[in-house]
């Protein structure tokens, strides 16, 4: 894909899909980060620490949720840049 095509889409996508776009990658980045910070805390002893079944189980949970965290970390950035294009077409 060229620069020609990526100008094409741009000037062929409608203003309100842009909008439309980045709302949905912002509200399921929050959901995400509200769902995983939820987990965190649900699994806190009194003392504050992070109980796991097992230290097995401490590994593969904290390797999907710093995943699942990059992924909503990925959509943030994703709803900005359509909100940057939103406004650019907006003023076009």
């Known amino acids: 894909m060229n620069s020609n095509d990526v100008a094409t889409l741009f000037q062929a996508t409608p203003f309100w899909a842009f909008v439309v776009l980045a709302v949905v990658c912002a509200v399921s980045s929050f959901v995400l ?7 965190q805390f649900r699994r806190m002893s009194l003392a504050g620490l992070q109980l796991y079944k097992s230290y097995i189980n401490m590994y593969i949970t904290r390797a999907w949720e710093q995943t699942a965290w990059l992924f909503s970390k990925f959509l943030t950035v994703l709803a900005v840049v359509l909100a940057l294009a939103a406004a650019a077409k907006f003023m076009d």
């Open 33 to 39: 980060r509200h769902f995983l910070r939820a987990r």
